[in-house]
């Protein structure tokens, strides 16, 4: 596919090669990820190789079946590759063991997935710092108190789940994943179920932990609304990587979308 | 409609744990048929071939019916006897024939006593035949088949044979050919004139066995007997007493079938509460797909039925395997049984149709009754159930249940309290005491869930941080859910913890009898088990007499008499020594000092019940000597031994013949030494091998052993419902880590290990077990102390909490969690991360 650039484009391409300098927060070395077997196998992942750099917001869009939700659970390590190298920071993910893994998840990354994100025992505060006290830490107060204020849930902080709104339990979600400044957050389709107002609110929070606290987010989404808050979009289809969209907008995301078919 | 079914009984799996809960309770109760058939069917297989030596048997008739579990005390005839009926016309052989105790002992000179079966000894019978050898002369014995095999004796061998007045070597000159006697363990026949001297007295003989000629039938020869026998005397066909005795063994066994049926039921309603919660579990969890069938146009009634359809079908094949089960259960059960000391004929297991279709009809009936509620609550699921995916309702308890749980629990308790303090009567009062107690439990129990899981949690939640913490939460998210899975569990605890209780508190009580109120340094009892060697021979206590280093005497008898077609039974005492060696209230000395040879000593509630006082004339039925008018000289209240009437020794002499002595009591003479005195009283007695000398801790010992032996077995079955109750824990769980998929993925994905996932559930597993635990301990303790109260005026004086042992059962049984978690936690770590989360239910 040839690539059809703006001259804007170009520069800030080159300048994100440039930038290469610096390891990225994670990348993928040709993953092939493949489901099933035999007659009915199904190539998720075609061989992939991309670079999340460090303190970037980046969107994942695709149509579904494009193989967006794989790599993103590649990323994070939960899910295995079929062949090819994940990395987060320096670590290759395929030859650590499940302990390590989970280990890896609770210490370096963070998670805001779609729905059940939150424990429905817990108040908002106790899922808040869930991954620390799993690990047996305690939480920095004055982090989690600014992350409280960004996301805005001070007087909620008692409820549980149940007694919170779907924008109010992903708000949740999305301090918690902030709460133990993990090296990249993972973000599974955050606004799919939340109504324009609070998926705007919860994509301006993002947003922020990027601009502010210089947070690495990784997010899979097929809306292109969700999207055009990233700093790159890359397009997914078929297993491979098709495309990619530095500083994107709507309509050109939208644009995208439809030229692959999405 | 069949087709939904089929659909819904893919996921048996989830339906192991209620089908195994319903296959151990039906194992119960099959296992109890089986059990009772093959008792029955043994008896009348030995009564069948145990009529073979003669037609018809001459006795002397019972003065009044038998207790129903022995039977009744018949005289001895006199010798002359035998001249009278050999007149009678048509017999063709007629003997004497003289039984009584005798123990064989085997090469190693240990006494031969098996299942605790009489040990019997008789005289040669004509009709006896022999495997090997030939009928015994003086000095000489035939033994049963069964003890020369099992003992491995042979013709020739020298064997000691112990008797109620001492011991004698003879030489093996036969086995028989039949192998024993319904209601001997052994049995040893000598001539007439050695079994006369050993187990008879002179001029004396127990019964005349005649066999007719094939002219005259049995019925007219004892017709023709009868009609010239004295009135005390009666002739009855062989056949009559081989029945009676069969119908006696069996009557003593007859409160087996209901007890073990009564702890059948227990396991059944445990088993219940288990399924009802399973497949309220079940119902919440497919709400949706409930609601999605309701859309699709399922009507609530068949919503209904496909729930009840599915109990009924887990009840059926669980039951049928519980039926199978029960083949051995029978075996186990018999087994217990005989530990007991409870005597039954060798036989195979005897497995009927009953037995399966009781166990069935029990086992389907318990799971679609149980299934019932939470079958209507499917046919409330609305259609629009199916649009949003509430798969998990999470049930707060309401505070509201709380006022009618304690008013009912407290009314139940009050009732119970009424019962044994005998304010109300017994049985009714405790019955709805403690159903009254069950109910209020059942409405407080999720009331405390929460608040008792956050206390048991807590110990844990320090030990094991966050996955106890989040276990906690866990248990105390869905309180009703956690309170039926631990209702079980409180169950079986509960019964368990009430034998305990009572075990304890009988045993202080025999302590506290020994301790307080006996002042005999020694006490003579017969060795074995009660009515095996009837008592000691009357030598006994003259020997003891002549025992230098003894003060003083006192003996004690036993026999039954016959009040208005009941049997009671009475003890003789001497009223002159028996207050120096048991000490009794000041009121029942007074009865005592009162008491002469032809009067009667009565329990002061006894009197109170038949309205008698001092003075009345009591109608008392003596076998040998018929209805005889006694006055009541005093009411007691406390006697050496447990007995309501109480006669003299003398009196005794007078109205029995038979001349064993119960028990004889041993206050040894001033200044003499302990140790050296009671040697010397063994060395007088080691000739007497059925007379056991015991001081008072080895008559302690063996109170408390019999104690054990009767309400071990009991505990062990009730264990049973403790272990349904565990693999309710485990099926609880097990359902809602299935249901909670999403949320344990959720968790591993945010840094939760497998180990802490482990824990988590271990923790909630012994979050529930110790929840239904200390529900059990406190029913324990209500049940516990109202039992207790209830036998108090059967010498159960004491109330003993045993501490240590309810702490250990409930360590034991909470502990035990970690058991029930090890499945689901297994099946939790397994869970592949993405698969739960992204797990659609």
Redesign the interface.
Known sequence: MTMLMTAPELVESWARMTAKATTPAARTVNAVKIHGRGNTSVRALDGVSVELEQNRFTAIMGPSGSGKSTLM?CL?G??TLSSGQVYVGDKELGTLS??AL??L???RL??I?QA???????TAAENIT??L????RSADPLWLELVIDVVGLGDRLSHRP?ELSGGEQLRVAAA?ALVSRPEIIFADEPTGSLDSRAGGSLLNFLRRAVDDFGQTIVMVTHDPVAASFADRIVFLADGRIVDEMFEPSVGRAVEHMKYLGG | MARLVRAALTRTGRLIGIALAVTLAVSLVSGTFILTDTIASAFQAATASSTSTSDIVVRATAGFTAQANSLPEREPLPESLLATVAAVPGIQAMWATVQGYAAMTDKSGKVIAPDGLPTVGTSWAPGDILDVGRAPHRGEVAIDLTTARRYHLHVGDNIRILFQGGAQNFTIAGVLRRTVDIVAATKAIFDPNTATQWLGQKGEVDAIAVRAQPSATPATLRARINAILPSRFEAVTARQVADEAAQSWTKSLGFLTPGLLLLAGVALIVGALLIGNTFSILVGQRTRELGLLRALGASPGQLRRLVLAEATAVGISASLAGVAIGLGAAHGMLALVRGVGLSIPTSSVVFRIHSAVAGVVCGVAATTVAAFLPARRATLVSPVAALNGSATRSERARAARIGPGAVTTLAGATMLAAGSTHALPTLVATGVGVAGVLIGLALLLPVLAGPVAYAIGAPLVRLFGQPAALARQNAMRNPRRTAATAAALMIGIGLVGVIAIVTASMKASATAAVRQTLRADLVVMTSGTPGSSGGLPPSVADRLRHTPEVGLVSEIRAGQWGLGGATETLLAIDPATVTDMHEVDAASMAAVHQLDDTGVLVRDTVAEHHRWKIGDLVPMTFARTGTRRLPIRGLFSTMAVRTDYVISLKAFAVNYAQPLILAVDVKLAKGVTPGLAEANVRRAMSDLPVAKVMDRSQLLASQQAQIDKYLSPVAALLGLAVLIGLLGIANALALSIHERTRELGLLRAVGMARTQLRAMIRCEAVIIAGFGSLAGLGLALGFGWASVSAVHDLGVTELVVPVGQLAMLVAAATAAGLLAAIVPARRAANLQVLDAIRDSH
Do not use: C, I, M, V
């Open positions: 659970h994070a939960l899910d499940e302990r989970t280990k998840r609770r210490d963070g998670f997935f059940y994100n939150l424990l429905p025992t817990l869930l991954p006290a799993l690990a047996g149940s918690r």
